[in-house]
């Protein structure tokens, strides 16, 4: 019999309630994402006449407690180009489209970077089908591709994702892509060591890289869409794949081996968490319940 391990979060944050105060409907949600600050934001887009309005909702975070500090709606202004995702990029904030035409040997730019103010700072192309961004401390832009974006599609003969995994520099500068073969790279995470981990498809394995050497883990997932390492960094926490999208596992990790594989529930006072939706960067997970509750918690490790 498999054991459980359960995590326990400390408080529930009604997302309702957050959305009431801006008057946002649910329906703008495009994307959440938590940035390299440790702030939590919700892409929102509400389509006027083909033009895209676009805004965020920063919510400032106390991982250590669980709790909001405080939070503020911004206004990013009007686009054509349909983005998903928006992180903070140093002082700026980074928007970028997961699709991206090649047209007569001239591709969109999906990628944009605007000010405080939304002045656009820069523009650049970061190839199309893309599934995922991430944007580290120091402005590195990391870039997964799910298949459309490795083997071609809206034009693109020799898709700039070709490799399925990009690191790029803030001018849109590619500075390092895996050499494994990825058909799609299903979810990527950065440890508090800032080590890069990715896991793809059709191998299902989970690699960590300082992008000078690599390790290899085989986590005995197929599918699986996220992934927490916790601070401490000797376990990761893992959702079930195709097959058990709504479970969770934890295992340990020894060297270049993973090992006792375990089923971890997420509990907050005695109840479980109907998690329909995870976010996992680094060590902190953000998840939300089936009545839109949010819950955050860094994981330094799970209980023994």
Known sequence: ??????????????????????????????????????????????????????????????WSSGNIVHTQYRPLGEYEIFYHFALPIGDNIIMVGARCQYRNGDPEKNALIISHNNEIIKEFCLGDGIEDCLVTDDGRIIVSYFDEGVFGNLGWYNPIGASGLIVWNDNGEKLWESQRPIYDCYAVNMDDSKNLWYYYYDEFKLIRTDFITETEFIPQTEGSQFFLITADGKQIIIDGGYDNRS?????????????????????????????RYCHFSGSKALLTDENDGIYLKQIFTTDK
Do not use: W
């Open 247 to 275: 479970q969770f596992f934890v295992m340990d990790m020894d060297k270049n081996r993973i090992s006792n594989s375990e089923v971890v529930e997420f509990y907050y006072n005695k109840d479980r968490i109907p998690v």
């Open 1 to 62: 019999m498999t054991d459980t391990k359960k995590i326990h979060f400390d408080n529930r944050i009604d997302l309702k309630e957050i959305f009431h105060q801006y008057d946002i409907e649910p329906s703008t949600v495009v994307s959440e994402s938590i940035g390299y600050d440790g702030n939590i934001y919700y892409l929102l887009c509400n389509q006027v006449c083909m033009i895209n309005h676009y805004a965020l909702l920063i919510l400032y975070t106390d």
